[in-house]
């Protein structure tokens, strides 16, 4: 399997199994048996769990597919977390006018359905190259569902951030460090950023999980991770048409999404506990 390409159509393919050489597409015995199947599980090296309608191997596309669905998880919840933070603590901390403007473009984006929003930027980014100073990113490139997908979650972390640094300005040790003379960007880098920073800590395993389904959901749609390149989501789009004679096609990236999502969840729990006992308690 680590030999297999994800990529390489095998339509024509043998291999050889139980000491046979098999066609990787087989006759279909369903109905007036036309066409054509693509082989099953074979739960060895080699298409370990079967092929695609193009004849490409399950397993080394769902390997190759989880690195990218991680990869583009993983990027937008750090882009997401980062303009959160800057967003949410200039508002929090300037308030004013600062606090007014940002407060409400905020809210417009909250007002606009993530799934929608994400499929209207989709729509408009695919199919043409953006140039940024030196750098073209072409449409098929994983870094536009990973801008997407990591603007579109700023508003549901920018809006408790803001609330932190809100109670934060009022707390006792902040009132008492402008008492003292301190500036207020050493107040802000020595009180304000270490209290948040442990909100962010507990925002992005939970915040990766979601764009995880996120991204699965618009690669399914055909909006997000485009061809060659392939994702979980990619893959549960091509198992569509084989959902009752070949399942585990879209069943193996579907599990892989789950189980993923599960661990992130838990460990968000956990890191909740650690980092906010007071929560821990309340429950």
């Not at 905020?106 to 499929?119: C, G, R, S, T």
């Not at 909740?272 to 006992?277: E, F, K, T």
Request: glycine letters at 10%.
């Amino acid at each position: 399997m680590s030999k297999a390409d994800p990529f390489r159509s095998g339509l024509s393919a043998k291999i050889e199994l139980d000491g046979k050489r098999v066609p990787v597409m087989q006759p279909s015995t369903e109905g007036l048996g036309l066409g054509v199947t693509p082989i099953g599980p074979t739960w060895s090296g080699q298409y370990f769990l079967g092929a695609d309608m193009q004849g490409r191997d399950v397993a080394a596309r769902l390997l190759y597919g989880g690195r990218n669905s991680l990869l583009i998880a993983g990027a937008s919840t750090v882009l997401c977390l980062l303009i959160a933070a800057i967003v949410g603590i200039a508002a929090g901390y300037l308030g004013g006018v600062v606090d007014g403007v940002l407060s409400n473009v905020i809210d417009i984006i909250w007002a606009f359905p993530v799934y929608l929003l994400a499929i209207s930027l989709s729509i408009v980014m695919i199919g043409r190259s953006f140039h940024l100073g030196p750098f073209e990113i072409s449409s098929s490139s994983v870094i536009v569902p990973i801008l997407i997908i990591g603007l579109v979650y700023v508003p549901y972390v920018a809006r408790p951030i803001r609330g932190r640094v809100l109670a934060l300005n009022q707390s006792e040790f902040v009132l008492a460090a402008r008492a003292l003379g301190i500036r207020p960007a050493r107040i802000l880098w020595r009180h304000i950023l270490p209290n948040v920073s442990t909100t962010l800590i507990v925002f992005a395993p939970m915040l990766m999980a979601l764009n995880i389904v996120t991204e699965s959901s618009l690669s399914f749609l055909s909006v997000g991770v485009q061809p060659p390149n392939a994702s979980w989501g990619t893959i549960l789009q091509d198992g569509q048409s084989l959902l009752y004679s070949r399942p585990v096609v879209s069943m193996a990236p579907g599990i892989a999404i789950m189980v993923t999502v599960l661990l992130l969840n838990l460990l968000g729990d956990v890191l909740r506990d650690v980092l906010d006992p007071k929560s821990a308690r309340g429950r």
